[in-house]
């Protein structure tokens, strides 16, 4: 009964084309805001901050670059961690070669320099489609990897190639504690997301879902074809690119190559496939759904009675129970979280009648 | 054919691989004509839509568009000169609502660049009302607007073969190009569909070119009938006159040996 919508009209396009058209829905994530940004910092402690949340912020991030590529414009991928890595090198290189750039700006320029080298491993996507394109993008995984072990430039010749993060300064505030660095990434994350969410229902982000869903179709409609995968390229890489330079400063501090591994990669496409393909709010529950459960599940494994399970099978005993559920979760709904959440909300809104 | 065709086919040939689809095919379309393509399967009548909106590239003739010749047209080129078509599989974007499958229909009409929308600068909001506005036009006109934010592929048949035909409407064409527009539809649905052609022709004065199986329907419809066999032209004129060629007669019918 709280997500009544009677008396709500549309009296302009404007009011059909926001986010929520439900006050409701406005009000909720203006509040779950103010929480994030004030509420948040003063009960988190340092473990939550540091452990959970600024991975689930960065995977969510993350998640929404591959999602515009593959969820919505159907391209593909897994090459994210190469992009990831792409923006995180690049951002300390901008950091460490141009004394004086603030670090917003190393980290806009990480996430270009991550879309350049997307754009680059895009453009066989006109010719190839689908499971074949997961080669080029592998490609990319393989090749960043390489080259930033192979060349010690990019990490400054570190012995082991580890880089290790700037000063987390903006305008002059210092970001380093675990609240600062939460702070950080909750800002450069939210701004991106409204990005990404204004994107996707642009009409950049229809012709992607063309291209996606029907793409001689798309053609004949007068969509530009390379240019619509090429730019589906190009921003997927540059979110990816600011989550890699996030996941290496504010969630790890020091980072190498190894930690940018095809893993990482399949990690980020679960993410999208648990959440749900082409859904903004996906990326969120998918990230919170791998950041969260291994945690739940080892907590839980706390519980049983001690020498129960040999400690060190805990952790392949984890896996195992997580790669069950994945499966057993994708049966039940393929569709991904999202489209649970969806269902779940129709249901809210009719309750408690069922028609 | 009168001095005003709009578009003008002249010895169009398509092969695949060696096998003629097409064999020298020439007519002229009128503008503000409604022009049906016959012909018994296999005849090359979806070869010659695709022939006409770039999708195929013959290998010989010439195509004229709008005073504009070419060689072969290419599928973004005969979008912006006005060319719009639905397709005999319906080729809807399913994910998406019928709303934004008709808006996507529009994507040509708009100045704003992507960045300008992402950031909602600029030209974007008041263009989006206006594509809203248009698109909102072509739901009421074709009476889908119930189904505005239904994603298309839970749609039945009847009505994505109208959402299909709005899509291509919301570009606002001189040319559209209808392949089997009333495929698999009954009797309601065809005459339904049929008041729709003959609506969009009138009051846009939008050239029409359609494939269609009912002969019915092609002789009620059409101010202009070409028929096909074999990839050839047999038969070119108004429907009464095509109706008595001996020769459509025979492709249609066979003949005495």
Redesign the interface.
């Known amino acids: 009964m709280l997500y009544r919508e009677a008396g709500q009209f549309s009296v ?3 009011d ?2 926001r986010f929520f058209r439900l006050r409701q829905g406005r009000l909720g994530l203006a509040a779950l805001l103010t929480f994030a940004f004030l509420g948040v910092p003063l009960l988190g402690n340092d473990y939550w901050f540091s452990a959970i949340l600024i991975p689930f912020l960065v995977l969510s991030l993350a998640g929404l670059g591959l999602n515009l590529l593959t969820g919505y414009a159907g391209q593909l991928s897994l090459g994210s961690a190469a992009f990831m890595a792409v923006g995180a090198f690049a951002t300390y290189n901008f950091e460490l070669r141009l004394p004086g750039l603030p670090l917003l700006a190393s980290i806009v320029l990480g996430g270009l320099s991550a879309a350049l080298v997307a754009v680059l491993f895009g453009l066989p996507s006109l010719r190839i489609k689908g499971f074949y394109l997961i080669v080029s993008t592998l490609a990319a995984q393989f090749f960043v990897q390489w080259a930033l072990t192979r060349f010690g430039w990019f990490s400054n010749y570190n012995s082991s190639g580890v880089i290790t993060a700037p000063p987390l300064q903006v305008a002059g505030l210092d970001f380093s504690s675990p609240a600062g660095r939460y702070l950080l990434t909750l800002g450069v994350v939210s701004a991106l997301f409204w ?1 990404g969410a ?2 996707a229902r ?3 982000g ?2 992607w ?2 291209v ?3 793409d ?9 074809l390379l240019k619509t995968k090429l ?1 589906a390229f190009a921003i997927s890489g540059f979110f990816l690119g600011v989550a890699g330079a996030l996941w290496a400063f504010t969630y790890l501090g020091t980072v190498e190559p190894h930690g940018f591994d095809l893993s990482r990669s399949f990690q980020i496409l679960f993410i999208i496939i648990i959440g749900g393909l ?1 859904s903004i709010l996906g990326n969120f529950l998918g990230a919170a759904f791998i950041v969260l459960f291994p945690l739940l599940l080892s907590n839980l494994a706390t519980l049983l009675p001690a020498g129960f399970i040999d400690a060190g099978q805990l952790e392949n005993l984890q896996k195992m129970v997580f790669g069950v559920l994945i499966i057993l979760f994708l049966i039940k709904e393929p569709e991904g979280l999202a489209r649970l959440w969806q269902r779940f909300r129709e249901r809210a809104r009719l309750w408690p009648l069922r028609y | 054919m009168s001095a005003a065709a709009l578009l003008e086919l002249q010895d169009i040939s398509l092969s695949f691989k060696g096998v003629r689809a097409i064999s020298d095919i020439s007519f002229a379309v009128a503008e503000g004509e409604i022009c049906a393509l016959i012909g018994p399967n296999g005849a090359g009548k979806s070869s010659l839509l695709n022939v006409i ?1 770039g ?1 195929y590239q013959p290998q010989q003739g010439l195509i004229r568009f709008a005073g504009r010749e070419c060689r072969a047209m290419r ?2 080129d ?3 000169g006005g060319i ?2 639905t ?1 005999q599989n319906i ?6 609502s019928v709303l ?1 499958n008709v ?3 529009r ?2 009409k ?1 100045r ?1 660049g ?1 960045l300008e ?4 600068l600029g030209r ?2 008041g263009e ?2 206006r594509q ?2 248009a698109a909102e036009q072509v739901l009421a006109f074709l009476r889908i607007q119930p189904w505005r934010d239904a994603i298309v592929g839970r749609l039945p048949y009847g009505l994505q073969k109208r959402v299909e035909l709005a ?1 291509a409407l919301a ?1 606002e064409p001189r040319l559209l190009l209808l392949d089997e527009p009333m495929a698999g539809m009954n009797a309601e649905e065809k005459a339904q569909m049929s008041r729709f052609i003959l609506d969009i022709n009138r009051e846009f004065g939008t050239t029409v070119v359609l494939i269609e199986h009912d002969i019915g329907v092609v002789m009620s419809l059409s101010d202009h009938v070409v028929v096909l066999d074999y990839g050839r032209k047999v038969g070119d004129g108004p429907p009464d006159e095509v109706r008595r060629n001996p020769e459509v007669i025979a492709a249609y019918l066979g003949t005495r040996h």
């Open positions: 302009r396009y404007a059909d084309r990005l204004n994107l642009s009409e950049l229809r012709n879902m063309a996606r869903d029907m001689t179709a798309a053609a004949v409609i007068g969509i530009p730019l082409g | 909106n999708v599928p973004h005969a979008a912006l719009a078509r397709f080729a809807l974007f399913k994910g998406m934004d808006l996507t229909g994507n040509l708009r704003a992507w929308q992402a950031l909602r974007a909001p989006d009302d809203r506005e899509r570009a």
